[in-house]
Every structure is written in structure tokens, then in C-alpha cells.
């Protein structure tokens, strides 16, 4: 029994860091523009689906796909902002709601898109390791959890010293905190905000590799994951890099937790319940700083 | 010229004309009989698009064959083949379509069981005939009067023939706890039916019985739940893509049961190309097999070496072809397309085809069948009954890897 | 055009009309189209009392629909009573559902409200999957409809035509009373209309058990003509989303903007899923959503009513009659 409550727990964090991964990138465009982006996780579910193609046409393991993807989405995000997000700005007065909808609307498109492409059924993304795993006293550590994870940290890792510890970060962050502020110090708007769009789409698209090497995934799969990702960022609070990290460990491991104590049936509805509780207990989020 | 040699001549040349019209006429003919339309909807693409595909393959095959000789009545057939892109939703709209709007003779039957059993009520609400695999045991006792299961995927009866292999086993033998894990929807559901009355029989305790909502994001929670209760003999109640998952998963878990039972999916070509060694020793069930001995299965296998240069026919390629034989059976004997006629014919005098002899009863099902297969060596072969096994089963499964 | 009081007049004509149409003996597809046409559009205007007067947008109203079909469908199935004279009580049963949800996150603003409508649908799948009462995933085999399938169709058919005008009626009235001056109120500055006095939550309320009302009523009445239920279509996102973009699309401001919307869409969607692909439809529908929120906020009834007094003016100018 313990041996299935440690490795629920192990399980739990690594699947956590992975999902942490996918919500930082949200939480980044929430709290900088005020922009609730329901098609990020679309955007994953688009990188998992492309290295998929990798895989099968030239034989790229995922991660090394990587390399191409990041960059491609991160063009992918300031498109996005140039194409959709100005316009919106200028054009509507409550942008939080509107974006909720035009983002809704991309959404939609993307995922009835890559229905069209590679057809609705769920995918598996096959590695070398695939399968495999690190057996520790009993516990078993899939490979394929472990590098998820570890892309998953490290990707935080460098979000955090991007922001933290670099200029063009450091802007993201005035800007975050203080939009008039920053512009009033002489910082481009415009450019700060098209390059926190390309950041931020560009780990999604790291996380849609993470998470496709544990999960298997559909077109549709976006909206599983977005209710995940909005549940982390309400616990950790918009806008917290670290509360975001933390808070996506908490759901991993209710998530893993759960399927200890009730039918797996149930389990998602342990995360949506979650997330209708927090959000009627503290809609500000559990970890704000 | 003379009198007899004009009439000689004429007489001549009025055979030679009607032997240069004789083929206008025979064109004539055949062009004003115009093709039976049989329609219907399969998942061409989406979740069950493997299998979907397999079964159309067959439908057409069937057709080729049957144009290729003398037609259905006389007529060729064409076929009307929507794709339902697996959803159920469209599978009832598309069959509907294809009744009004096609003004179709004949319906083809859809897959899965979920579509099927929906289709069936369409069917039996327009009064015409339904050849399927049916719904399982649920659909056939709606009291229909115009679907058969010809022959049937049954889910109920999928595993008998596991358990009485089970059963002549020495008790020492036996796994003695069983962890099972079923998609939830009408198959899984079907599948999991037999299985607590079949597992006593045999005295293996049922450990763990979960149920798991499609698509399955993971396998790994329920397989490291079922190695946690030391389950030697476990029960993936699923399909293909989540069979897929579940063995991966037990393979990176180290989890090593005796015995696996897989629902659907280890039949098809697809299930050792993904999973190479991992997918042997897997038991299955089916109601229609390559292997059997019945008349024209042979020479679908032949077929199936020829075009996709395979070992043997697929699985759904000889059920597609059945469901067909079987309609065409039932219309040749009722000789006409009067749905009624045809129902009464299959009812009295059945078919006999690839799927062997069979008379339907009142529900619209043959009594009750089921062949167990493993596959073994990349093949699927037959382990039970004894007297169409074609090789000894493998017993306890091997541990990965070994 | 659809200003001037006479005009509605012959909205209702057309309607009516309509409900003649079956004495012309059409075609099956016909029907079916509008049949189709007639529920979605009933839906999208019941919807726009709550997502377009009321700014609160709903992508949950599905769960309704789904409720109303599988209250009735149980009714028919163990009391043998027809959905077609159940239906309001499928509707009440929707409206109740309403009320428990909508009491604690009608709290909830933007985002937030709308996120926990979309999770909404999802739990209401796995709870009807789940339990043995609904058929779980077996799905509900309900007995069919005594009729022959043409007099089906034009009962059907008739059935949600009468949801329709109900639909109108209700939005209409909404629109002209107090109640549909209030919420359009409260979508303009909710915390400045509690302020002088508006009972916000009561009216946010009220609206969504309208739309919950007339969305279980063409839930009922569809789980009918099915004869089959399963969560897989009856909680479906699709429909949500279509309710939102007809809505949106023809005119959020106007009880018959959504009904304009409805056209449009179904329409397009017809066309394009038969010649092109139903993945095709679904992703023009998704640009649609993009275009109307970034050009045609106002829908596109918009483009016939006439220009509002410039927003300077007090909020006592409100959109004027009919």
C-alpha cells in the first residue's frame, strides 16, 4: 500500500511539473495583457501533434523536434499578437471577455484543423523509450514521465532567469506590473508585448511535447488540458511564475492521488471540482504572493 | 438473281443483322436494369477507422466479386458508403440520409456496436432490413424484427471460450487473481458482462474491476493498481489504441501476469506492427476467424496475399465480407427485395457462408458461438475449441523482454 | 427595418407560415433542415437573455438541453408519458439544474463564469456516463414515436417551431420590460448598477432560467425524435458553441438578432459540411467567432438597425422599439 501511495506521489510530481509547463504560459499573457488565451493549449496539442510528423517522417525523437518547434512557435506567438491581439485591443473595450471569445473562436479552428489533417482519433507519441523505465525500490519511473519532467523544469527554470535576470525579461515583468509605468520609462509596448506572446506560445509548445510523451492526445484533447492549466493558475494565482510552478505540482498530485481513493471514472471530476471549489472559495488564488 | 438465292440471301442477311444487334440488345438490356444501391455509413476515419476501414474493405470486395458474376437478382450492386468519422450521432443521420435521400434497397451494417445498435432502430423504424455485427446482447432484445447478427460481435459470448479453456486446465495452473479494466461504452461493457460468472467458474478472484472513460490519457494508474494487488491474469476490456497503451504501460511497469485478455484489437494486422513482440500471447476472442474451416475463406485469404500482401485475411475484412454474403444470401433466397421476405428467409432457412451455417431466431441472433484466439509469433492463431485449434497455447505469458 | 413596431408583424407571418409548409408535402431533408434550424435557433435566442442582454457568456447551455431530453426520456421509459407534453417539465427540470448552478457562480465575472459553464458541460458527461440511472455508457433506449416517419418528421417539426416563437416572445418581452433594461445595464458596468440599486443578481438569474427553460424544452423534444441518448452527443460542446456564435453573429442586442445568427450559420454549415467536410464548417465557424468579435461586435442585425445615440448620452437611452 505504501509502495502505491510513493509512487502515486512520484508519479503525481512528475506529471505535475509537466502540466506547471503548460500554465506558466498562460498565466505570462493573462497577467501581462490581460488576454485569457483559451487556444494556448490548442497551440500544445499542435506542437504534439507536429513532432508526431517528425517522429514518423524523419525519424526525430520528440525532443530533439524540439529544436525546430520552439523557435516556430515563438513566430507563431508574435504572429498572433500582431495579427489578433492588436486588432483586439483597438478595437474593444473589455478585452478580457472578448479575448475569451475571439480565443475560443482560434481554438476551435485549430483543433477542427488538425482534425481535418490527422483525423480525430487519440494519438501516442512512440520514442525509443517508450516503455521503458527506472526501477528504484519498487518504484517505477517511466522514462517517458522523467524527461517530460525535466523539460518540463528546465523550461521553467529558463522562464524564470529570462525574467528575472535579463533586460528584455525585466521589461516583460515592468510591464506586468505596471503597463503605464513602463511605457512612461521609455519601454516599447508594443515590442515587450509581441515578444511575451512569442515566449509564451513557444512553451506551449514545449509543454505539448512533455505532455504527449506521458498522455495520449486528440484534437479535443485541448480542452481537458485547459481546465487543468486554468485550475493551476487559479490556486497559484495569474500572474506568479513560482505559484504557477507550485500549483501544478499540487494538481499533479491530486490528480495522481486520486485515483487511489475512487474509481477512475471519477478522477477528473475531482480536478473539476477542484477548480469550481477554489474558484467560488478564492477566485484570487491560494498562493498569491 | 433467283428467287431461292434472294431469299437465301435475305435470310442470311437478316441473321447477320440480328447477330450485329444482338449485343445492342444484350446492352440494352443491362443498361436499363439499374444497380441495386445498398448504403450505409462505417467510420472511415476517427477513433475506429482501423477496423472501419477493414470492414469497407470487405463490403467492396464482396461487391467486385458479385458484379464480377452474374449481380444480386441479375443486377449489379453499387455501393453507398458514408463515413461516420466514428461518431454515433452521424452514423444515425447518415443511414437516415441514405434511406430518404438515396432511396437506398438494401442497408449495409456499421461498427462499432455503439453505431450499430443506433442504426438498428433506424433500420427497424423504416422497416428494412440490418445486417451488423449488432450491439450486443442489449440491442438484440429490443424486440427488432428486421436486424440480424450474421454473424454477431458479441460481447457477452467473447470470452467463453477462454473460460472453458480455464476450466480444463490443471487448478494448480490457473492465475488465481485477475485484474480487469474496462473502456467504458457498449463493447467494453458487453465484454466485462460474461466476465464475473466466467472467472468463478474457474475460482479466480476478480481483484480489481475499473472502468476507464475514451480516449484513455494514460494506462499506467490501473496497470500499477493492478501490480499492486498482485493480479496474475489481467483484462483489458478495450480497444485497439487503449490495448496499445496498456501493454506499453505494463511493459514500463514491469508487470508481468500470467495470462492477458484483450478485447478488441489484438486481431487486426496493426496490433503487432505497433507493438512487435510485446503483442504476442495476448487472448482474444471472435465469432469469425481465418483460419476456419468453412467454405470460401481460403480464397479471401488468397485475396488478402495478393492485394496487401498479407499472411492471411484481416479479421474485419472477413466480417465485412460475411455481413454481405449474408445479406446477398437472404435476398437470393427471398428472391426478391421485399425487406419482409428477406427477413422471413433468414428466419426459416438461414445462411451458410464463411462464418458457417446459421439459422437466426426470434431476436435476429444464431445460437450462441465464440473461438478463442492468442497470438503467438506475431500470428493470430486458434486455441480453442480444440477441434479448430491450429496451435498449443502459450501458458504462463513469458515476461517481457524474455 | 426590423424598427418599425409593424415590422415584427411580419417576422411572425413568415413563422407561421412555415407552420403551414407541411400541407405542401416537401421533402423529407426539407424538414429535417428546418427542424434543425428551428431548435438551434430557439436555443441561440433563449441564450442571448443571458450572453447578449446580459454580457454573461454562456458556453454551457448544452448542459440544458442534455437535461431536459434525459428528464423526459426517463419519464417516457418508466411512465410511458411523451416527451412532447413532458417537455416543460423537461424545461423545469433544466430551469432547477439552472438554479443550483447559477446561484453560486453567477458570482463569478468574465472569464471565470464562463470557464466554469465549459466545465459544467464536462462534469454533467461524466456524471450521465457514469450512472446506471442514464443508461450510463450504454447509453437510453427510448420506445419510438407511434407515428410513420414522415407524420414524425412534420410533428417534430411543428414542435420546434412552437419552441421558436415561444423563444421570441420571451426575448421579445425581455427586451421591452425592465428586466432586458436592467441586464444591459448590468453588462455595461455591473458594479456601478448595483450601486444606484439594479437587482443584479436577481436578474442575472432570472435570465439564465429563461434560457435554461426553452433550452430543456428542445432537449426534450430532439431525445424524442432520437429514440437514443448517450452523453456523447447530448453533452457535446458543439452545440454550445453554436448557440454563442449565432448569437454573436446575428445580433447580440436584438431578441431577433440570434435568430439571423441562426440562419446564417446553419445555412453555411449545411453547404459546407455536404460538399466539403464537417471539420471544414467547424473551422470556418471558429474564424466566424474571431471576425464578429473583432468587426461585428454589434452582429449583423446591427447593419440594419439604426446607428444608438452616441454613448455620452445617459444610459437612459436605451434601443428602441419594437
Not at chain 1, 480525430?120 to 517517458?144: D, E, F, K, M, Q
Not at chain 1, 505540482?249 to 477512475?264: A, D, E, R, T, W
Not at chain 2, 435475305?10 to 441473321?15: N, Q, S, V
Not at chain 2, 499492486?228 to 508487470?255: K, P, S
Amino acid at each position: 500500500m505504501l509502495v502505491e501511495v510513493v509512487q502515486a506521489v512520484v508519479t503525481g510530481l512528475l506529471i505535475g511539473l509537466t502540466f506547471a509547463v503548460l500554465a506558466v504560459g498562460f498565466s505570462l499573457i493573462w497577467g501581462t495583457t490581460g488576454v485569457v488565451n483559451i487556444a494556448h493549449s490548442a497551440f500544445a496539442v499542435l506542437a504534439a501533434f507536429l513532432s508526431l510528423v517528425a517522429s514518423r517522417q524523419w525519424g526525430l525523437d520528440p525532443i530533439a523536434a524540439l529544436v525546430g518547434l520552439v523557435p516556430l512557435f515563438f513566430i507563431l506567438g508574435v504572429v498572433l499578437h500582431e495579427v489578433l491581439i492588436k486588432v483586439a485591443a483597438r478595437r474593444t473595450k473589455e478585452l478580457g471577455l472578448a479575448s475569451m471569445i475571439f480565443t475560443f473562436g482560434l481554438a476551435s479552428f485549430m483543433e477542427n484543423g488538425m482534425a481535418y489533417v490527422w483525423g480525430p482519433g487519440p494519438r501516442v507519441l512512440n520514442t525509443a523509450y517508450t516503455g521503458a523505465a527506472v526501477h528504484l525500490l519498487g518504484i517505477s519511473i517511466p522514462l517517458t514521465h522523467a524527461y517530460g519532467a525535466l523539460l518540463g523544469l528546465a523550461t521553467i527554470g529558463l522562464l524564470y532567469g529570462f525574467l528575472y535576470h535579463t533586460f528584455p525579461g525585466k521589461a516583460v515583468r515592468a510591464v506586468w506590473q505596471q503597463r503605464d509605468g513602463a511605457a512612461l520609462c521609455g519601454i516599447p509596448l508594443h515590442r515587450v508585448t509581441a515578444l511575451t506572446y512569442g515566449v509564451s506560445i513557444a512553451s506551449a509548445s514545449v509543454a505539448g511535447v512533455a505532455m504527449a510523451l506521458i498522455y495520449s492526445f486528440t484534437p479535443a484533447t485541448y480542452m481537458v488540458w485547459l481546465v487543468n492549466v486554468f485550475l493551476i493558475v487559479i490556486v497559484g494565482g495569474v500572474g506568479s511564475l513560482l505559484g504557477a510552478a507550485a500549483a501544478g505540482l499540487i494538481v499533479g498530485l491530486v490528480s495522481s492521488l486520486s485515483v487511489l481513493v475512487m474509481p477512475f471514472v471519477w478522477t477528473n471530476l475531482a480536478l473539476f471540482g477542484l477548480l469550481i471549489l477554489v474558484l467560488l472559495v478564492r477566485p484570487s488564488g491560494l498562493l498569491k504572493r | 438473281m433467283s428467287k431461292s438465292t434472294r431469299r437465301e440471301f435475305l435470310t442470311k442477311a437478316g441473321i447477320g443483322a440480328g447477330v450485329l444487334f444482338l449485343p445492342g440488345i444484350s446492352l440494352t438490356v443491362r443498361a436499363s436494369s439499374a444497380p441495386i444501391k445498398i448504403g450505409g455509413s462505417l467510420p472511415l476515419t476517427g477513433a475506429y477507422a482501423d477496423t472501419g476501414l477493414w470492414v469497407e474493405r470487405g463490403y467492396r470486395y464482396w461487391a467486385e466479386q458479385v458484379n464480377a458474376s452474374d449481380g444480386l437478382l441479375g443486377r449489379p450492386v453499387e455501393l453507398i458508403i458514408y463515413d461516420d468519422a466514428s461518431q454515433v450521432d452521424r452514423g444515425i443521420s447518415l443511414l437516415e440520409r441514405a434511406i430518404t435521400v438515396d432511396r437506398v434497397d438494401l442497408l449495409l451494417g456499421g461498427y462499432p456496436g455503439t453505431t450499430a445498435a443506433a442504426q438498428m432502430a433506424v433500420a427497424e423504424r423504416y422497416r428494412k432490413v440490418y445486417v451488423s455485427m449488432g450491439g450486443h446482447m442489449a440491442s438484440f432484445q429490443r424486440g427488432f424484427r428486421y436486424s440480424f447478427g450474421a454473424p454477431p460481435l458479441m460481447g457477452e459470448w467473447w470470452y467463453e471460450g477462454a473460460f472453458q479453456w480455464l476450466e480444463s486446465m490443471d487448478p494448480a495452473e490457473r492465475p488465481k487473481r485477475a485484474a480487469a479494466i474496462t473502456a467504458n461504452n457498449a463493447v467494453g461493457m458487453a465484454v466485462r458482462g460474461g466476465l464475473a460468472d466466467g472467472l468463478a467458474r474457474s475460482n479466480i478472484e476478480l481483484v480489481m474491476d475499473e472502468l476507464y472513460d475514451l480516449p484513455l490519457a494514460s494506462a499506467e494508474p490501473l496497470v500499477q493498481r493492478a501490480k499492486a494487488l498482485d493480479a496474475d491474469m489481467f483484462i483489458a476490456n478495450g480497444f485497439f489504441g487503449d490495448g496499445v497503451q496498456t501493454i506499453r504501460a505494463m511493459r514500463a511497469l514491469d508487470y508481468n501476469p500470467k495470462l492477458i485478455l484483450q478485447g478488441i484489437g489484438s486481431l487486426i494486422p496493426e496490433w503487432v506492427q505497433e507493438l512487435g513482440e510485446d503483442g504476442n500471447y495476448v487472448v482474444s476472442g471472435t465469432a469469425l476467424h481465418d483460419k476456419l474451416p468453412f467454405k470460401g475463406v481460403e480464397e479471401l485469404n488468397q485475396v488478402a496475399r495478393e492485394r496487401w500482401g498479407l499472411r492471411n485475411a484481416p479479421e474485419y475484412f472477413l466480417f465485412g465480407y460475411a455481413w454481405m454474403q449474408a445479406l446477398q444470401q437472404g435476398v437470393e433466397g427471398a428472391g426478391s427485395l421485399n425487406q419482409d421476405a428477406i427477413a422471413q428467409y433468414l428466419r426459416t432457412e438461414g445462411i451458410d457462408g464463411i462464418a458457417g451455417r446459421m439459422v437466426f431466431d426470434e431476436r435476429g441472433l444464431p445460437p450462441a458461438f465464440s473461438y478463442t484466439t492468442q497470438v503467438i509469433n506475431g500470428q493470430v492463431e486458434l486455441i480453442w475449441p480444440l477441434h479448430v485449434r491450429t496451435h498449443e497455447p502459450v501458458y504462463p505469458k513469458p515476461p517481457w523482454g524474455r | 427595418m426590423v424598427n418599425r413596431p409593424r415590422d415584427w408583424v411580419y417576422v411572425f407571418g413568415i413563422l407561421l407560415a412555415l407552420g403551414l409548409l407541411p400541407l405542401a408535402q416537401p421533402s423529407e431533408y426539407v424538414l429535417s433542415f428546418l427542424y434543425f434550424l428551428f431548435s438551434y435557433a430557439a436555443m441561440a435566442v433563449a441564450w442571448n437573455v443571458l450572453g447578449g442582454f446580459g454580457g454573461y457568456l454562456s458556453f454551457g447551455h448544452v448542459t440544458f438541453f442534455g437535461t431536459g431530453a434525459y428528464v423526459t426520456g426517463l419519464m417516457l421509459v418508466h411512465w410511458g408519458w411523451s416527451p412532447l407534453i413532458t417537455a416543460p417539465l423537461g424545461g423545469l427540470a433544466a430551469a432547477l439544474l439552472a438554479l443550483v448552478i447559477g446561484y453560486p457562480t453567477l458570482r463569478l465575472r468574465g472569464p471565470y463564469f464562463t470557464v466554469v459553464t465549459v466545465v459544467t458541460v464536462l462534469i454533467a458527461k461524466i456524471v450521465v456516463l457514469n450512472v446506471p440511472l442514464t443508461g450510463a455508457a450504454m447509453g437510453l433506449w427510448m420506445p419510438f414515436p407511434p407515428w410513420d416517419p414522415f407524420t414524425s418528421r412534420v410533428i417534430f417539426y411543428e414542435a420546434v417551431l412552437v419552441l421558436l416563437l415561444a423563444a421570441l416572445l420571451m426575448a421579445r418581452w425581455v427586451q421591452h420590460a425592465k428586466f432586458g433594461f436592467g441586464l444591459r445595464v448590468l453588462r455595461e458596468d455591473e458594479d456601478a448598477a448595483a450601486a444606484i440599486g439594479v437587482p443584479a443578481f436577481r436578474l442575472k438569474l432570472g435570465a439564465l432560467l429563461l434560457s435554461a427553460f426553452v433550452c430543456g424544452m428542445v432537449g426534450a423534444v430532439h431525445g424524442y425524435d432520437r429514440s437514443y441518448l448517450h452523453p456523447d452527443f447530448m453533452f457535446d460542446l458543439h452545440p454550445s458553441i453554436m448557440m454563442v456564435l449565432m448569437a454573436l453573429f446575428g445580433g447580440r442586442d436584438h431578441w431577433l438578432g440570434p435568430l439571423v445568427g441562426a440562419v446564417a450559420v446553419m445555412i453555411t454549415d449545411e453547404l459546407l459540411t455536404v460538399y466539403v467536410g464537417t471539420e471544414a464548417a467547424r473551422m470556418l465557424f471558429g474564424l466566424l467567432l474571431i471576425i464578429v468579435v473583432l468587426f461585428l461586435p454589434e452582429g449583423v442585425i446591427s447593419l440594419r438597425l439604426p446607428k444608438k445615440p452616441p454613448r455620452a448620452a445617459a444610459a437612459g437611452e436605451g434601443v428602441s422599439s419594437p
